[in-house]
């Protein structure tokens, strides 16, 4: 079996789910850092999604774009911002599929951060989504099965928010509490990681 738009659809509607749960969770990180919205942000934003997802085109690269679209439209936070970029290149890379082998999911996985950070203007190691989005990549890189890619996915995502824990914001305006954010989560990588776990288990 191959990614086809029907998992897509149904990792939105898991991560909306998820999403409702953990708002105020995502809040309070992000107000020991910044201006607290971006829990109700993201659950508005995969609100949307989930909306949309709910009778995906075949065409994988088709549902990528529609998401992305509309996310455009739902959105005005940096960090929402580049949930769209990604999701539009991923509509753009998987364009006219109806399936894609699970072991070219870590460099689609990468092209999209690759997009991310042109757009951003973040590096890898600033403490950013950008961080577990990369390390998932990298972990799920040439895994054949579905049930691998999962476990290859949570693994590298938990450890990914555990190592920059003690690690100092360096970028957006958490970089301006940058002593403050150690010990602290991003709560974009927060967010993140609860979501692939909502998506992979």
Do not use: Y
């Not at 951060?113 to 403490?127: V, Y």
Request: charge should be positive; hydrophobic fraction near 45%; aromatic fraction near 2%.
């Amino acid at each position: 079996m191959a990614l086809t738009a029907r998992h897509v659809a149904a990792a939105v509607q898991r991560a909306a789910r998820r999403m409702r749960e953990i708002e105020t969770t995502i809040t309070q990180a992000d107000a020991a850092l910044g201006d607290g919205d971006t829990g109700l942000m993201l659950r508005r934003l995969l609100d949307r999604l989930a909306a949309t997802s709910e009778a995906p085109s075949p065409d994988i690269g088709e549902t990528f774009h529609r998401l992305g679209m509309t996310g455009a439209g739902a959105t005005g936070s940096t960090l929402g911002t580049l949930i769209v970029v990604a999701l539009l290149h991923l509509g753009k890379a998987t364009k006219g599929r109806v399936e894609i082998p699970w072991r070219e999911v870590g460099p689609l996985l990468n092209g999209a951060t690759q997009a991310m950070m042109a757009r951003g203007k973040a590096a890898l190691g600033d403490k950013t989504v950008l961080d577990p989005l990369d390390a998932v990549a990298k972990a799920v890189t040439g895994k054949e099965s579905e049930g691998e890619l999962r476990t290859a996915a949570v693994a590298a995502a938990r450890a990914t928010l555990l190592a920059f824990r003690d690690r100092p914001c360096k970028t957006g305006r958490a970089r301006m509490f940058a002593v403050k954010s150690v010990g602290l989560d991003d709560p974009g990588q927060l967010a993140f990681v609860e979501l692939v776990s909502a998506v992979c288990e």
